[in-house]
């Protein structure tokens, strides 16, 4: 007897929609799932060669996918973006973020994510008014759209080039915080459209609400997270329980109408510097390993399906009205940078006028732009041409502003040594290198394939060049290296230096833990006055 046919469906939640797929489609959609994880595999090899950022890679491998080889279930869903990436991209950066840096650099934070979204949003829609011709409401939610900053770009070029960790940090920090201003400025102008009026006292009742209620909410939750991981302290059950707080609070804050993002943010920052310092070292490597995997395997589809969303060929008849959106955007970041941190010093710190320019420069669009553009009310003006105009900008800042932001960076020599450090650089750099190949050599002697006589002459070759550098280092040291270190670095070496020790011996802590040579009960009071001393430092 002949087999039946084959009439299996399986039903899937893909990519925000409910897809009824029969068994030989869900088969090729797997399949094309699988060959765009052989591509990002394939570009992250490329993009390490040519030395140029992964997700820039990533955008351009999707520019040469032609869409309509891949499923229909396949593609840059607003609703995915919004309700499913955006909470794993948030929560995964906040429990990375040392709260004594983010403490230390909150000023320049709040000015740039609070008055300066809003002061360069209002610029941007101006221009795009005046050059493009939009209605003044969508001009506005396109000025907010395109204040939005992709950091993943910028850190990527900060891996290439040294930049001081304070900088690293107001960039980290701004868009965080940038993020949750720009969803609910955007909610304001979707609410003017549908309500067709709107007061300020509205508008300020709204973003209050938003954000005290966003942030009780984060607080709340992030509370409630700690006492469970209390009771938990197993890595596995961790980690659903961190994924359930991330996802659930974004989804109980659209249904409070309070801000998603931040109660995100706020729940991230309490579980990564009180949970996670409360835990054992085994639970907190495993949950920020599975974290960082998480936000990398977003990232890797997101830019992915950025490239793959825009044909080419639409791409190159909006290039010229993308480039008029960059200069107006670039014109409102321009206006906010400059003018807000020039009162930065009157209260705090004052950021160096080249910080400045590479917080202008980095101003790059990602997929949460495209996301938002593919979000607004059907009935709004002009919407089609906003989300090819939004698309095309993205791509156009991508790869211009993306691929060149490491030469700008390294042009500007943000973190340039002083010769008394280059010096003891060179010194260290001597010492290690001296120390491996003895280590090298003992190892070579054990296993029988060198002759002692020669392991003593090449171990006291190498001895006398340790000891030399241990000289000179001892040396400058005697001469108050702190003193000239002072005269042109404020110290910030000596505080970065015992900032990096510390981390190590919380690293070799750990991996003693996970390789049982000392329990959990016995390193625990020894994590925890680590954590107390890396949190008193200044931000290296």
């Not at 590479?358 to 495209?370: A, C, D, E, R, Y």
Request: glycine letters at 8%; proline letters at 5%.
């Amino acid at each position: 007897m002949p087999n039946p046919p084959l009439i299996i469906v399986r039903h899937i939640f893909l990519f925000g929609q409910a897809v009824s797929l029969p068994a030989n489609a869900f088969t090729g959609l797997v399949n094309t799932l699988i060959l765009l994880l052989l591509v990002a595999t394939v570009v992250a090899l490329v993009t390490r060669w040519l030395r140029i950022p992964y997700v820039i890679g990533l955008v351009l491998a999707g520019l040469l996918i032609p869409k309509q080889i891949l499923s229909d279930a396949i593609g840059l869903n607003p609703e995915v973006i919004l309700n499913l990436f955006l909470p794993i991209l948030i929560f995964e950066a906040a429990i990375n973020t040392d709260i004594s840096r983010l403490r230390s650099t909150i000023k320049p934070i709040a000015l740039l994510a609070g008055p300066g979204v809003l002061l360069a949003a209002t610029i941007t829609a101006f221009f795009l008014k005046v050059s493009l011709d939009l209605a003044w409401l969508t001009a506005c939610a396109v000025g907010v759209i395109l204040t939005i900053t992709d950091t993943v770009s910028v850190i990527a070029a900060f891996r290439t080039v040294p930049v001081p960790g304070r900088l690293a940090t107001i960039v980290e920090g701004e868009s965080l915080f940038n993020d949750g201003i720009a969803l609910v400025l955007l909610n304001i102008v979707t609410t003017i459209h549908l309500q067709g009026s709107f007061s300020v006292g509205e508008g300020v009742e709204q973003v209050l609400i938003a954000f005290v209620g966003g942030g009780l909410l984060g607080l709340g939750l992030g509370y409630l997270c700690i006492g469970l991981f209390r009771q938990l302290d197993d890595p596995l059950s961790n980690i659903l329980l961190t994924v359930a707080v991330s996802l659930g609070t974004f989804q109980i804050g659209q249904a409070l109408g309070v801000s998603s993002a931040i109660a995100v943010l706020i729940a991230g920052l309490l579980i990564g510097n009180v949970a996670l310092r409360e835990c054992s070292g085994s639970v907190t490597i495993t949950l920020l390993n599975f974290w960082e995997y998480a936000g990398f395997g977003v990232n890797t589809f997101i830019f992915l399906f950025v490239g793959i969303e825009v044909a080419p060929l639409s791409l190159l008849q909006t290039i010229p009205a993308a480039l008029l959106a960059v200069l107006a955007y670039q014109i409102g970041r321009i206006c906010s940078i400059y003018p807000l941190l020039s009162v930065l010093k009157f209260f705090d710190r004052p950021l160096p006028l080249r910080w400045q320019h590479v917080l202008i420069f980095g101003n790059v669009k990602g997929s949460l732009s495209m996301a938002l553009a593919l979000g607004l009310p059907l009935t709004l003006q002009g919407r089609s041409q906003v989300i090819t105009l939004v698309f095309s900008t993205v791509l156009v800042s991508l790869i211009g502003q993306g691929l060149s932001l490491p030469w700008f960076v390294k042009k500007l020599q943000l973190a340039k040594p002083s010769p008394v450090r280059q010096h003891l650089e060179n010194l260290q750099l001597n010492l290690i290198a001296a120390k491996s190949a003895q280590e090298e050599l003992k190892e070579l002697l054990q296993s029988g394939s060198l002759p002692k006589f020669l392991y003593e002459e090449l171990f006291a070759s190498y001895q006398a060049r340790i000891a030399n550098a241990e000289e000179e280092l001892r040396g400058l040291y005697n001469q108050r290296l702190t003193q000239k270190l002072s005269q042109f670095e404020n110290q910030a070496y000596l505080e970065g230096l015992r900032h990096r020790l510390f981390l190590a011996e919380k690293s070799a802590i750990n991996e003693a833990i996970l390789k049982g040579l000392i329990s959990d009960e016995t390193a625990r009071p020894y994590l925890q006055e680590l954590n107390q001393k890396i949190l008193a430092l200044r931000d290296p």
